[in-house]
């Protein structure tokens, strides 16, 4: 009688064969194994605002998501300018600041509801901050990084000094959302399609351009290629992510100020991308949903918080460095199943 023969071979081995694009796929098996991580992740991001309630949370933990939510955009925005462009921003708090103060004035100003002014605030505060960024464009590594933190530090003395917009107390009365399931809703669908719609991006033919300036950008100038271009390009999408966010933050305080150029919308998207892992896009953003409550929480120690800020953020770069996204995926990835020989 014989006996059936088996090895172990890991889950992906057969689409990894046939296609590293992992388009061909032969069996229900399979087509689960590529859905199910990004399944798990949009079905949670969807059920965050009904478990809050149910989990016993009170009411300010909504507003929490939404805060991560914006987050997350930020930190989309810079895993993609400095782990696919290679330009390091830390200009979140400008993006932000620029944008919810457009929105506040187009608002306040012509009478515009949410729904016109945060698109218009979007496309029109990417293309303030691509302006104004765009002499640094030639700049890289710590250069870009300094010129893009002292444009919201700038900004703030000058509002506070000439006392435009509102001076210290901001611009008031601009108009919310309808109630909080809009709010939330609306703002998590937007990170999930920007999620996707720059992981599609970054594997496109532009992707390559953009890698190509990051690692060898002197053959890019070669094939004849615009560098600034590309650049300048890659700036309007992470500052429209940052100018979104930050329109839709001045909706939900239903009020636009200096303390928008605060250096924490520059920082926490670092952290979290070192949490999450860079160079994944979705590391970044779980990141935030993972350190934005946690920050909100040790609001409870007082100034200590600091101090339990400063060790979790150690312990990830001493311990794992490369991130929970990438060191999730490889596990995901070294999954196996007995097969027939």
Aim: charged content about 10%; hydrophobic content about 55%; glycine content about 12%.
């Amino acid at each position: 009688m014989s006996t059936i023969e088996r090895r172990k071979e890991r889950l992906d081995r057969g689409i990894k064969v046939r296609t590293e694009g992992i388009y061909a796929v032969s069996s229900w098996q399979e087509v689960t194994y590529l859905v199910l991580p990004r399944l798990i992740l949009i079905v949670g991001l969807l059920l965050l605002p009904l478990l809050i309630p149910i989990l016993g949370f009170s009411p300010y933990w909504k507003r929490v998501v939404s805060m991560a939510a914006i987050y997350g955009l930020l930190a989309l925005g810079f895993d993609f300018l400095a782990h696919f462009v290679g330009l390091v921003s830390l200009g979140g708090a400008f993006f932000i600041g620029v944008g919810g103060y457009t929105a506040a004035l187009l608002n306040k100003s012509l009478g515009l509801s949410p729904v016109f002014t945060i698109p218009m605030a979007t496309v029109g505060g990417a293309i303030i901050c691509t302006l104004l960024l765009l002499p640094a464009l030639p700049l890289r590594g710590v250069y870009f990084a300094i010129v893009t933190l002292m444009y919201p530090l700038a900004i703030m003395r000058i509002i506070e000094a000439l006392n435009i917009f509102g001076g210290t107390d901001g611009i008031l009365g601009v108009a919310g959302f309808p109630n909080t399931w809009i709010e939330q809703y609306l703002i998590i669908l937007i990170v999930i399609f920007a999620l996707f719609g720059l992981r599609r991006l970054v594997n496109e033919d532009i992707g390559l351009v953009f890698r190509g300036v990051k690692d060898n950008d002197q053959s890019v100038r070669a094939s004849g290629l615009s560098i600034t271009l590309y650049k300048a390009i890659a700036v309007f999408i992470a500052s429209g992510l940052g100018c979104l966010g930050g329109a839709y933050l001045a909706h939900i305080y239903m009020w636009a100020g200096i303390s928008q150029f605060a250096l924490d919308f520059s920082v926490i998207p670092i952290a979290a991308t070192v949490i999450g892992g860079g160079g994944t896009l979705v590391g970044p953003l779980l990141g935030c949903f993972f350190l934005v409550p946690i920050s909100e929480w040790l609001r409870t120690f007082g100034t200590l918080r600091i101090v339990f800020y400063s060790v979790i953020l150690m312990a990830f770069i001493m311990f794992r460095s490369e991130g929970v996204m990438v060191y999730a995926q490889r596990k995901y990835h070294q999954f196996q199943r007995w097969v027939k020989v």
